[in-house]
């Protein structure tokens, strides 16, 4: 597994609806190169770097069998023979022609089945305050910005923390997995600290499902955290979007005053410091079967 070269302590868990929530969380441009030509004359050679070489050639859009080449379907040249006999579509539309060039966010498909010419990715960010959850380059300090060299595929983030929220966030490129989770969602724990204490009632309010209006949000678990005062809550929630905790806490009457997601179905940030990402080992990558 590979991973940020600092590692601190520090990991969250889940229990039962009747158990404690116990907090244990301890991390609150290349110069010129000069050489002689055969008949003398002083040149100078420009060693551009291959990043940005790679960046310019996505610009430019990659061939169409070297898209496919890349995905692990086959080699160029029998590429070729599928696209030449109408097996490959870009974005709906069979395309036969030699040397067409695509871009990563096209939609490559060969007999009906999408293509990713890039390597998966599975990436887990232990998020700081100040960041948004957003791949637009107008917000300002994104999560994108954290993450930007874990991986050279094209990760987008699943589910959403608020600016001011921190802990665990999961990106990946892989569109099957992303699609998976999206609709089934994913439980995360949440260590949630009030203005002032929670009453009972109200907490039960929230374990039994609390209506808002014509919506009635359903949790897994809630319970005070072990040994903090009862402004303190664990909180267990499959809903991936980065706003029904805070819907349920205004309806009640509380200001959260910090949200920290310190589990992520079996992920915990156990040797993953704020601010810190790590690449998913393969035991990892494969409880999301179970899920």
Sequence with gaps: MSRNDNKAKGAGKGHSRNAKFKSNDRNAGSKPRVGKSRTGEIKAKVVAPKQAATKHAVVDGIRLNKYISNSG???????????????????????????????????????????????????????????????????????????????????????????????????????????????????????????????AADLKEISDGIQIGAKKIQIEEISYVDNKPKKEVGLKIKHMGNSVIREIFDHLGYNILRLDCVTLAHLTKKDLPRGRWKTLSKEELELFSML
């Design 73 to 199: 379907i086959c080699s160029r040249r029998e590429a070729d023979t599928y696209i030449a006999t109408g097996l490959v579509t870009v974005n709906g539309k069979i395309i036969n022609q030699m040397g067409y060039k695509v871009k990563l966010e096209d939609d490559v498909r060969f007999d009906g089945r999408r293509l990713n010419p890039e390597p998966m990715s599975y990436v887990l960010l232990n998020k700081p305050k100040g960041f948004a959850t957003t791949t637009s380059e107008s917000k300002g300090n994104t999560v994108m910005d954290l993450v930007a060299n874990a991986s050279s595929g094209r990760i987008t983030p699943i589910g959403r923390l608020g600016r001011n929220a921190t802990g665990l966030l999961f990106f990946t490129n892989d569109d099957k997995l992303k699609e998976k989770l999206s609709k089934k969602g994913m439980e995360r724990l949440f260590h949630i600290a009030l203005d002032k204490n929670l009453k």
